[in-house]
């Protein structure tokens, strides 16, 4: 069984970096690249939604040079992923709150135009979770609704998100050790599955995700009936 929706927490860049006598941005940069691999990866396998927890509302502590080099990698990495896109017939869309100010202008104008030039397409999903906090995607959901005069409904939440198009997540995987979600798609992930793994998400590969994937499909999925 292949999961419709995965989403990831790329976690563990930094700790990659630090243990080869790098810095933090190293870490990222090949992050990235292992992203744009696990996107080859998904779509040889038939997965047409996934979604990345590229940047939270908490990064912003982080400090400036690390989040500057993080917009700058946002940008280059939607230039360099647009042809390839474009030939896959992939659509790119972005979770969290690109409008902000502090969102580098760069970063904002190439993901805009990425996703204005992909944005018919129609054989599956790479969305980007970007200055992203599910707590606050669901307020921002609520309030969306309430201005267009609708009630508060789940269907109306579900309705009003970053991304509404999204189906549901099957599958959450998160790398480094770490056992927790991290304010990520708490709406989309109420009955995914949850898979965490001690590998850095640099080193994260094909037989990796092989693993997550087959673990998912020997999972028994109830949703909550028996
Ligand atoms: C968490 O690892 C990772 C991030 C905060 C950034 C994830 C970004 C990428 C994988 C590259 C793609 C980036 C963009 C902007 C599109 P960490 O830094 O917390 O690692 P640590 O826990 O080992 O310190």
């Not at 069984?1 to 630090?18: C, L, Q, T």
């Not at 050790?177 to 994260?204: H, K, V």
Request: charged letters at 30%; a neutral charge; aromatic letters at 10%.
């Amino acid at each position: 069984m292949i999961p419709r929706h995965v989403a990831f927490i790329m976690d563990g860049n930094g700790r990659w970096a630090k243990s080869r006598g790098l810095p933090r941005h190293a870490g990222h940069k090949k992050g990235a690249d292992v992203l744009e691999k696990v996107c080859d990866r998904l779509d040889v396998l038939g997965v047409k939604y996934a979604s990345f927890y590229a940047f939270s509302t908490e990064n912003w502590s982080r400090p400036d040079d690390e989040v500057k080099k993080l917009m700058a990698l946002l940008r280059s990495m939607v230039k360099k992923a647009l042809p390839k896109l474009i030939e896959r017939q992939v659509k790119l869309t972005v979770s969290g709150d690109l409008f902000s100010d502090k969102v580098s202008k760069a970063g904002r104008e190439a993901t805009l135009d990425a996703i204005e030039k992909t944005k018919d397409l129609k054989n599956g999903t790479v969305n980007i979770c970007f200055n992203y906090g599910a707590k606050s995607e669901i307020v921002h959901a609520a309030n969306l609704a309430l201005e267009k005069g609708l009630p508060i409904t789940e269907e109306t939440i579900s309705q009003n998100l970053w991304v509404p198009e999204l189906p549901e997540v099957d599958l959450v995987i998160r790398t480094s050790g770490e056992q927790r979600l991290s304010n990520f798609m708490l709406w989309q992930s109420a009955y995914a599955e949850i898979y965490f793994t001690d590998c850095l998400w640099p080193d994260f590969g094909d037989d990796e995700l092989d693993a997550a994937i087959n673990w998912f499909s020997e999972r028994k999925r109830r949703f909550g009936g028996l």
